[in-house]
């Protein structure tokens, strides 16, 4: 391991003396990191969401699977699946993701649903099943899709990332000019987007896209099943980052992809077979199962902190905007509304163009509680910079910081934010 930097020790002393005037609740959740040298940088070293209980049950990922008879093998063989539940070899499909997939299929009232390693992963299975040649995208979409879908050779079709159903009707025509079969194109929904949380009109476009025949997919991750069911709506497959809400603590790798037709989750199943990239560990599987219940909970606490922390930036002589379509004020709250009904611990901080971006990241490195990490949905509070890549959609002018409020009390995370805006 690389050796800690001098600046870095002076960090985590700093950290330390913040900590301890901190409420019990603030302690317990950040005290086990306080120092990420010794953590390797994992949020979730103590186990705490019951992590260490039920890290102990499940088959630990064995990938022998064994028969009675060799008749009872062929069959398994030939269909992909054991009569105990899960795959016939190897870690693809344990029993224990059997059991988090039913679980969470029936949430979304889906047909089923098949477990990835990572939200990505979901993403990149679902395509690959499928293979289009083109996929519509709406303008603000997760950054490394954008990478696979070069990767692949698949070609992005951006819409705007609020797009009304006029807006996103104009991107599918012209789409439709150079791929007319249905399997060369499919739909794809992010809402609210990546970074800066627009919304589309997303009754409108399934309208529009069910008329051409076309297959959908949505992202999910920012609502999960608490707040949205796509496949109610009448989206035909969803796809979720499970590492975040549902897991809760950082520490449950996985995506979902859940289908609503069973022709579709036999081509996605398929695929995973076919190429291995169901392995998720029957440990991470069972730390989801039991998650899940207490996503909700979670989830409301975090969007409350949230607009706590909104509110203070707010108030802020130093703050152009705050992106967040649970404000009254954002072009986007009334789909917000229709759609979602309450919101999440996300959202981003538009600092004035003439605010020198070294000033910025002063007061970024001067925070305790937030800590610079990429994903989201965990105990923890975290900051990053907004880097979208927009084509169509223009991006706010200023430095953008995006957000997760946490599972601390928000009155330290409030002291936390006051003290760092000295450098502003």
Known sequence: MEGKIPEA????????????????????????????YLVCGHPNPAGLGDAGRFSQMGSWGQSSVLFPKLETYR?????????????????????????????????HRGHGAVICPSG??????????????????????????????????????????????????SALLKARSEYSLRE??????????????????????????????LRTVMDNTWASHVRFQPLERG?????????????????TPSGIVIAKHPQDLQIIADELRATGNGAVAPMTCSRLYHRIDSTEERLNQHAHTA????????????????????????PYHERF???????????SVVFPPDLPAKQVEAFVDALNLFWVAESWGGHLSLVLPVHAKREVTPL????????????????????????????L
Not at 9 to 36: G, M, N, Q, W, Y
Not at 313 to 322: A, C, E, R
Not at 337 to 347: A, T, V
Not at 405 to 415: K, P, T
Request: charged share 25%; aromatic share 10%; with cysteine.
């Open 307 to 330: 607009q706590r922390l909104i509110e203070w930036f707010l108030k802020q002589p130093f703050v152009t905007d705050v992106l967040s379509p649970t404000l009254e004020t954002s």
């Open 120 to 169: 990505l992963s979901a993403i990149a299975t679902t395509l690959d099943a499928f293979s289009p040649k083109a996929v519509l995208i709406p303008d603000n979409v997760y950054g490394p899709m954008l990478r696979f879908l070069n990767r692949r050779r698949i070609k992005p079709i951006r819409y705007p990332a609020g797009a009304s159903a006029d807006e996103f009707r």
């Open 396 to 423: 706010p002018d200023g430095y953008i910081l995006r957000f997760h409020a946490g599972l601390e009390d928000y009155q330290d995370l409030l002291r936390d934010l006051n003290q760092a805006a000295g450098c």
């Open 337 to 347: 509304q229709r759609y979602f009904g309450k919101g999440n611990g996300l959202f």
């Open 235 to 251: 989206i035909d497959i969803v796809v979720q980052a499970t590492t975040k809400y549902e897991g809760g603590y950082g520490d």
């Open 9 to 36: 020790s002076i960090k985590c002393e700093a950290r330390r003396t913040f900590l301890a005037l901190c409420s019990p609740k603030t302690r317990l959740l950040h005290e086990p990191v306080s120092d990420p």
């Open 184 to 213: 060369d194109l499919l739909v794809y929904i992010e809402a609210p987007g990546s970074g800066t949380f627009e919304i589309p009109d997303i009754d409108g476009m399934i309208a529009i896209a069910q008329n051409a025949k």
């Open 75 to 107: 069959t398994a063989d030939k269909c992909g699946r054991a009569p105990y539940g899960g795959a016939e070899y190897g870690v693809p499909q344990t029993p224990e993701a059997d059991a988090v997939c039913r679980k969470i299929a029936a949430l």
